[in-house]
């Protein structure tokens, strides 16, 4: 049995919307094994990107609990959860959210600028990765000078750059044409083998989703259908 990375235990969220509380998890729980990839399919307004914040410590539920490698991350300071997303987890977000002043180098470096790697190293490793995801033509360029799929690639690398233990995705994939979409999805196997990485995707491209290891299903708050593949 492969160890257990991630464990949501009777998660739930609710908002409050115009005065009324708005329940959009209730009562979820998921299991993550190591170099394993779940995809996460629903309609939209589901849940799925909730899921993802909560998962990543990007915010917090109202009730139940998260464990990354055995211990409560809804437990940690706002210090230590900054510095555990920095260090074990990668984003990769559906809107992009890269700094429009900086190249795609400077984008993907920033994660390991804050982990206080050196600037030359940073920039070596950084173009390691746009090359991997087929950007080797666009270190320099900023964000207004790509297209929506080249800023989606930027973002995956950037979500890669520090080899995270956890990759949390949210669409990796809705931006890319079919062929770019294919490569992605070998990087994705690439990366769980070369680093053990964990992976939760959300996704509403069926091909990505059946591709993982697992597939499942968020539908009135709790996660259900569950396929193996």
Known sequence: MTKVVLQAQ??????????????????L??????????????QSGAGKSTLLHLLGALDTPNNGTILFDGKNINALTP???????NESVGFMFQFHHLLPEFSAVENVMMPLLIARTARGEAE????????????????????????GGEQ???????????????LLADEPTGNLDHETGAHIHGLF??????????????THNLVLASAQSRQLTLQDGL???ETTV
Not at 127 to 144: A, C, D, M, N, T
Not at 152 to 166: I, N, T
């Open 10 to 27: 009777a998660v739930s969220k609710t908002f409050d919307l115009d005065g009324k509380s708005v329940s959009v998890l209730k009562d």
């Open 29 to 42: 729980n998921l299991t993550v094994h190591e170099r394993e990839s779940v995809a996460v399919v629903g």
């Open 79 to 85: 210090a230590q959860r900054s510095k555990f997303r």
């Open 124 to 147: 070596d490793i950084a173009k390691q990765w746009l090359i991997r995801v087929g950007l080797e033509h666009r270190f320099e360029h900023r964000p207004s000078e790509l297209s």
């Open 152 to 166: 989606q690639r930027v973002a995956l690398a950037r979500a890669l750059v520090r080899s995270p233990k956890l």
């Open 189 to 202: 196997s690439e990366l769980s083998e070369e680093s053990g990485t964990s992976m939760v995707i959300v």
């Open 223 to 225: 996660l259900v259908e």
